[in-house]
């Protein structure tokens, strides 16, 4: 699922992230592992 995500997106919010992880039933310790294997950064963006 990061991976797609990643691929065909610049940015996403965590909270649809998370959101769609759950329809899926995977864990948000499961979604750190991914991220940290595919070196997918964070990065925090203020509301306008």
Avoid: C, G, Y
């Avoid at 995977?26 to 509301?47: G, P, Q, V």
């Amino acid at each position: 699922m990061l991976r797609k995500l990643s691929e065909s997106s610049n940015m996403t919010q965590s909270s649809e992230i998370f959101s769609m992880a759950d329809e899926k039933d995977i864990s948000r310790r499961t979604l750190e592992t991914a991220k940290k294997e595919l070196k997918i950064k964070a990065k925090k963006i203020n509301d306008v």
